[in-house]
């Protein structure tokens, strides 16, 4: 069973909670169904699970009137084995997305507040018109990725003592011994291969077999396209599935800037922006807008036409480039403009799924580039990402120019300090 960190905030929001639901979303298949059941099975006396995708007729509890006492009476009807324990039972409502008046529902349930509520689902945002309220105030949102790198650690045989060790180094930015930096890249470059949905993984796990990876990486991504047709517009399902398919090509460029050009020759935001609003709200993909000056607060100076695109698992996003290509990042073979891009993404994948709020920053000059900027304690933290070990002119002119308490540089060498600059291992982005 693969261990993930949502858990013990599954925990502690049943710990703390009062009158309030809570909405678990992300994309599809990344493990939400499978947490949420275990965690009810383990902490609950009675578990409850409706599934609104796989069992449509579950969509009759929540019409007409959405007193607690009727739903209860309906669920009891259309679930068998259900037992109503107040104080320890859990409803689930899966795949909510499919049943908005259930979304409508989530407010009384938490007012009446006899058994916790968890719902889940992605593509919230497409469904929003058909609610007759949003649950503010008695919904509270959690969302969940696929496994970050710390959890596939965990899941090939590193245990946390392991783990604590090296963020020693990282702690009193020591050098990493040569033996365990190199065992470290190495995992990075499966994570890089493998990513983190747990299907892919578990084959992993079970066959060791790179090959057999990629082919669950294709079923998943046969079954994203599936969801596209079920849930897109039919004018709108061919342009979506292109935007996503241009990802590889958008981070193979010089500057990985999200150009409508690249996804067709007549691409541009009005034919095409509605395709990605629809990629972000499945979780499919996260949106990296640049800046005009890096200062605090950043959102006060994003450039909302000048952003990035980053898939949110970055083993969806190698085999998006083909089995070769995952063989050349295991090799550490690959060269090239592509290779930047992936290894940018890579870094994308380990902050966001560490809750960072990221932007980029191109100057108007196009003379400096700083991958990813962060807000921390008021001041903005720049952070550079280079595959390989390299000049990091771009960062070392922002540091003379806007004086940052401290900025980081993400190599594949080892650590190191200089002034304010802190050069660090592409792994040690699990510690930031």
């Not at 710390?150 to 090296?166: K, M, P």
């Not at 365990?180 to 493998?194: A, C, D, G």
């Not at 599936?226 to 090509?249: F, G, M, N, T, W």
Request: net charge positive; glycine share 6%; aromatic share 12%.
């Amino acid at each position: 069973m693969l261990k993930r960190k949502i858990y013990d905030e599954l925990l502690k929001w049943k710990n703390k909670k009062s009158k309030e639901c809570l909405l678990v979303q992300g994309a599809r298949q990344i493990g939400k169904t499978f947490i949420i059941e275990k965690f009810g099975k383990d902490n609950y006396a009675s578990y409850i699970y409706l599934n609104f995708y796989k069992n449509p007729e579950h969509k009759k509890i929540f019409d007409g009137s959405l007193e607690p006492e009727e739903i209860y009476k309906k669920i009891s009807l259309y679930v068998k084995d259900v037992h109503f324990i107040p104080g320890r039972t859990l409803i689930f409502l899966d795949e909510i997305q499919d049943c908005p008046n259930a979304r409508t529902a989530l407010k009384f349930l938490a007012i009446d507040d006899q058994y916790d509520v968890i719902s889940s689902g992605s593509l919230l945002g497409l469904h929003y018109k058909e609610m007759a309220s949003i649950p503010v105030g008695y919904e509270r949102t959690m969302e969940m990725y696929s496994l970050d790198f710390e959890e596939f650690l965990w899941a090939v045989g590193r245990t946390a003592d392991a783990i604590a060790a090296l963020k020693e180094y990282f702690d009193k930015k020591q050098k990493v011994e040569n033996g365990i930096h190199e065992q470290f890249l190495m995992l990075l470059r499966e994570y890089l291969v493998v990513g983190g949905m747990p299907e892919a993984v578990n084959v992993f796990l079970k066959t060791n077999n790179f090959q057999e990876v990629y082919q669950t990486q294709k079923k998943i991504m046969e079954s994203y396209r599936e969801d596209i047709k079920h849930y897109a517009s039919p004018v709108a399902r061919q342009k979506i599935s292109d935007c996503y398919l241009s990802i590889p090509r958008q981070l193979a460029k010089e500057y990985t800037k999200f150009q409508y050009k690249v996804v067709s020759k007549e691409g541009s935001a009005r034919r095409y922006e509605n395709c990605l609003n629809w990629l972000v709200d499945a979780g499919m993909i996260k949106m990296c807008v640049n800046v005009s000056t890096p200062q605090f607060p950043l959102i006060a100076y994003e450039k909302p036409d000048q952003f990035k695109v980053y898939v949110t698992d970055i083993g969806l996003l190698t085999s998006l480039y083909g089995f070769e290509t995952q063989a050349a990042l295991l090799k550490d073979t690959l060269t090239g403009p592509a290779k930047g891009g992936i290894y940018e993404n890579l870094v994308f994948d380990m902050l966001i799924k560490r809750g960072f709020s990221l932007n980029y920053f191109k100057n108007d000059k196009n003379t400096q580039e700083i991958e990813f900027l962060f807000a921390k304690d008021g001041s903005v933290i720049p952070v550079e990402v280079k595959s390989k070990n390299g000049a990091t002119l771009s960062l070392n002119n922002f540091i003379k120019d806007y004086a940052p308490p401290y900025a980081y540089k993400l190599v594949s060498g080892n650590l190191g300090v200089s002034d304010t600059k802190i050069t660090l291992p592409l792994y040690m982005a699990m510690f930031l």
